[in-house]
């Protein structure tokens, strides 16, 4: 089952006719994409571009990460900003060579 449309070949007129999509395919589609939407806002809605500036901001400035937003943050992002770091760390080392 295929929720595109496309073109039919119509055996009397010889020629491809256009094949509308299903009421079931486009319902479908729309609750897919509400669904992905819900989901993406919910995930992302803990973080915003102001507390990235007042975390990177503490950090330049050699202070923890403000408890508030400590406790939003998971090992798994810990774990990337580690990887993170030490890859900066590897190029900076490059560019000294």
């Not at 010889?14 to 609750?31: H, I, N, P, R």
């Not at 507390?51 to 923890?64: N, Q, S, T, Y």
Request: charged share 30%.
């Amino acid at each position: 089952m295929t929720g595109s449309s496309g073109k039919d070949y119509n055996m009397y007129t010889g020629q491809f006719e256009d094949k509308k999509a299903s009421g079931a395919a486009v319902a479908a589609g729309l609750g897919l994409v509400v669904g992905s939407m819900t989901y993406m806002i919910v995930h992302n809605s803990p973080y915003s571009k102001a507390k990235l500036a007042e975390v990177r901001a503490a950090c330049e400035a050699g202070a923890p990460i403000p408890a508030r937003i400590r406790v939003l943050l998971k090992p798994r992002h810990f774990e990337a900003g580690r990887e993170e770091r030490n890859r900066e760390l590897r190029r900076a080392s490059r560019k000294i060579r």
